[in-house]
C-alpha cells in the first residue's frame, strides 16, 4: 500500500471485483471510512488527498452509519445502513467489517450482521483503488489491522 499525505492509506493497484476483510477500532470521535473504486483527485497541503468514490462509512459511534455506504464528490449517501446495521458496532471494540464488490452489486457486513446489499445503477468508477480514510481534524483516532483483499 502507499501512504497519501495525512488522511488516506492506499492500495497501489486498482480493484474491480473482491472480498475485503478488516478490523477497525475507533479510539476517538469522528468517522472514517473505506474507499474502492476510487480515485486521488488531488492533495490538499492542509487536509490531503481529495479522493472520489464509493465510501464504507466508519465511525466508532452506534447510530452513525457504519457499513452504509457514500459517493464522495458527487451523490452523498447512496444506501443508508438497514436498520440492525446501526446497532451492529461494538463500541471501543475490535470491530469486523466485510466488503464484497462485483462488478456493481456492493454487499457491506459488519460483525455479521449485513448492513448494505447495493446495485449501482449508475456507478461513477467501475474499478479503482482501495483506501483506509481518517477525517483530518477533530482529533480522530481510528486503528485498522488484518486487512484482507482477495480479487474475484
Avoid at 472480498?19 to 471510512?33: C, I, M
Amino acid at each position: 500500500m502507499s501512504r497519501a499525505p495525512s488522511c488516506a492509506l492506499t492500495t497501489e493497484k486498482t480493484y474491480r471485483d473482491f472480498d475485503l476483510r478488516l478490523k477497525f477500532k475507533g479510539e476517538a470521535a469522528g468517522n472514517s471510512g473505506v474507499f474502492f473504486h476510487a480515485r486521488i483527485t488531488g492533495i490538499d497541503p492542509q487536509h490531503g488527498p481529495d479522493i472520489e468514490g464509493i465510501q464504507v462509512e466508519v465511525d466508532p459511534n452506534v447510530g452513525k452509519h457504519t457499513g452504509g455506504l457514500y459517493e464522495s464528490g458527487v451523490r452523498g449517501w447512496v444506501m443508508m445502513p438497514a436498520a440492525q446495521g446501526e446497532q451492529a458496532l461494538k463500541p471501543g471494540e475490535w470491530n469486523d467489517l466485510e466488503v464484497s464488490v462485483r462488478g456493481n452489486h456492493i454487499v457491506t457486513q459488519l460483525n455479521g450482521v449485513k448492513v448494505a446489499d447495493y446495485t449501482d445503477t449508475s456507478p461513477r468508477f467501475t474499478d479503482g483503488v482501495i483506501g483506509l480514510q481518517i477525517h483530518t481534524g477533530g482529533g480522530v483516532r481510528m486503528r485498522w489491522k488484518e486487512i484482507y483483499i482477495k480479487e474475484k
